[in-house]
């Protein structure tokens, strides 16, 4: 254990390097020490835990804190805490929270008792008294204590709201944020092609209800006011799509006929609505039984 084969020779064996660890006897490979550990010597077997207190240092991959090849302790005002790196738990330092304090190689920040706060550096706690002049005491004399008080009080509130603005956002709550994006943009593609699958359909309807309406007029005979609707159904459908026609009629309506041609047909047609109205009807008919009297 500790050892791996090496390049050139399966018959010799060479240690692994500070930072890494070959747990078993026929280890090929050496492994890096993960967050919660180091190695500091050649031949590693297993990766000593860290102390408390304690994190990692001297890294062999300092992007995601892995491979240590010693450990230092936190300094005072911090702890040490398990926190998500590059998707990995690693050990690093935190500040503590305002109201603790640490001497330093802590796990934990202690609280102060009541009636005293943190220092600015969270490493002693800070007595707080009435200032004579306070109104407090009734004493009525300087308030000087009392702003010396109020400022350090607010100094350290603005020293931990810059540090925790400094602190970058952790890779669970990008991935989430990229999550959201993902399903947001996979939603949208999905209803862009259904979108464009039904547009192509109503470009296939409105092509074949210009067909029959124009083998209606190569006959003599005005549109049927069936095709007419549909026509309408077809471009009022379109229009709540979105879609104007002119890319879906440009690529279904090829050979003979062109979109200027449809369109002006179109217009023919909505004014062969207007004209006949109802009387469509009863011309077509008439139309049909001159039609079966010449036959006979």
Known sequence: PGHVETASSSFTCEPCAPGWFAEAADSKFCDLCGGDGYAAKNGTEACTPFSPGHVGDDFENDKRMFGAKTQVPCSPGTRARDMLVALAIVRTCERCPNGTISAGAADDCVSCDLGSRSSVDNTRCVEVVNAPGSGLDGDGGSSTNATDEYNNLLASYVAAARDNAKTPATAVGFFILLGVVATCCGLFTGWYRRR??????????????????????????????????????????????????????????????????????LDVARGRTRMFGNGGHVSRQRDATRDRRGSN
């Open 196 to 265: 464009r699958i039904r547009l192509r359909q109503l470009a296939l309807e409105r092509e074949y209800l210009i067909e029959e309406a124009e083998s209606d007029m190569q006959r003599g005979k005005p549109p049927r006011r069936a095709t007419i609707y549909a026509l309408a159904g077809v471009d009022a459908e379109r229009t709540e799509l979105g879609g104007d026609g002119e890319d879906i009629d440009d690529m279904m309506l090829t050979g003979r006929r062109g979109r200027r041609k449809s369109s002006a047909f």
